[in-house]
């Protein structure tokens, strides 16, 4: 009996044991098991520290120099050039004489208007001195002052037409282009001249709607020339267009003067340089850090190793990165890739 009891309790000491050593084994492999899945759910990443930063001001905007006044000069009349005065590349003043039109035409009307004003200028005394010795009537002595008056106007049409044969410089500036020749004909309407001034420049850029609130008018912008890049000019912004363009940038109009030499030429290729040699410290994070594009306003924060979702208000644009107004602070970490794989809450790992 004694025997059989010593037997039963060793089967027993064995059992518990055999359970304790397969309950130990189980917590063992359910723990392995948990470290696999956490590290099958982890998605790996990269951040950047939030931190303020000095950044450069300054905003470039390109565009093309045109000159601040250029116009065609045409023949008013027709009929074959007498003589041409100038050439291409020559400096004329406002009002010089460039080409001279035989207008034979515009000569004969000219005569017959001087004539008739003539007469008419006396009938008119001739019927003054009858009236006053009662030869005539006040209505026919009115007739002829009329018709004088209409013989003055006639004249002097026929002076502006005869004028007209003479092309001449509507404003001081080079000779771009000569179009006739001496003994050629020309039409009405037939473009002889082109006129250029370029002792100051216009140039047109874009500024996009974060930039514009910046500009002002009056304000001064350097100004650079890739065709002379060993110098910079100086403009003010004459210009700023009340509404955006389809783009949502908006025209900006810059005028620059030339130098003396006439170094700068319409159609060669300019940068405006806004906020030259400016800095301010900002906050600001990457491009990369937002999900999909800045004006989305999201970004994945890193909080006790996992992403959560942030808002945050944007301001101006660097560049290659973007100033944050609110959303998240200084000290704080963004994802900066990755965020595909990402929702709110989201188990990370970073990585190098």
């Not at 110098?231 to 810059?254: C, H, Q, R, S, Y």
């Not at 301001?315 to 973007?322: A, H, L, P």
Request: proline content about 2%; hydrophobic content about 45%; glycine content about 8%.
């Amino acid at each position: 009996m004694k025997r059989t009891i010593i037997t039963f309790g060793v089967i027993i000491a064995l059992f518990v044991g055999l359970l304790y050593i397969l309950n130990k084994n189980k917590t063992a492999n359910m723990a392995k098991t948990q470290v696999v899945i956490k590290a099958n759910n982890e998605v790996a990443v990269r951040v950047t520290d939030v931190d303020s930063q000095i950044l450069n001001l300054e905003y470039i905007a390109n565009g093309i120099f045109a000159p601040q006044q250029s116009v065609f000069l045409s023949s008013e009349v027709p009929g074959k050039v007498v003589s041409v005065l100038v050439q291409e590349g020559a400096k004329v003043k406002a009002g010089q004489v460039l080409a001279v039109i035989k207008g034979e035409k515009q000569e004969i009307a000219l005569s017959i208007a001087q004539a008739v004003y003539d007469n008419a200028l006396n009938e008119v005394s001739r019927f003054e001195r009858a009236y006053s010795s009662g030869g005539v009537t006040k209505q026919q002595l009115d007739q002829v002052k009329l018709q004088l008056e209409n013989a003055k106007n006639n004249l002097l049409s026929a002076k502006v037409n005869a004028g007209d044969v003479n092309i001449t410089a509507s404003f001081s500036g080079i000779v771009n282009k000569k179009n006739v020749e001496p003994g050629s004909y020309v039409n009405p309407g037939q473009q002889l001249f082109e006129i250029v001034n370029i002792t100051s420049l216009k140039l047109r850029v874009n500024v996009d709607e974060k930039t514009i609130g910046r500009v002002k008018l009056g304000e001064k912008v350097m100004i650079r020339c890739s065709a002379i890049p060993d110098k910079m000019w100086e403009g003010n912004v004459t210009f700023i267009a009340p509404k955006a363009d389809a783009g949502l940038n908006f025209p900006v109009e810059l005028e620059i003067s030339n130098s003396s030499s006439n170094q700068l030429k319409a159609g060669m290729f300019g940068t405006a340089v806004f906020g030259y040699e400016q800095t301010v410290k900002t906050l600001a994070i990457p491009h990369q850090a937002f999900v999909g594009n800045i004006s989305s306003g999201k970004v994945f924060a890193v909080e006790d190793g996992k992403a959560v979702l942030r808002t945050v208000s944007t301001g101006r644009d660097f560049g290659n990165t973007v100033e944050i107004i609110s959303g998240i602070q200084n000290g704080d970490k963004v994802i900066t890739t990755g965020q595909i794989n990402l929702v709110d809450g989201t188990l990370i790992k970073v990585i190098q």
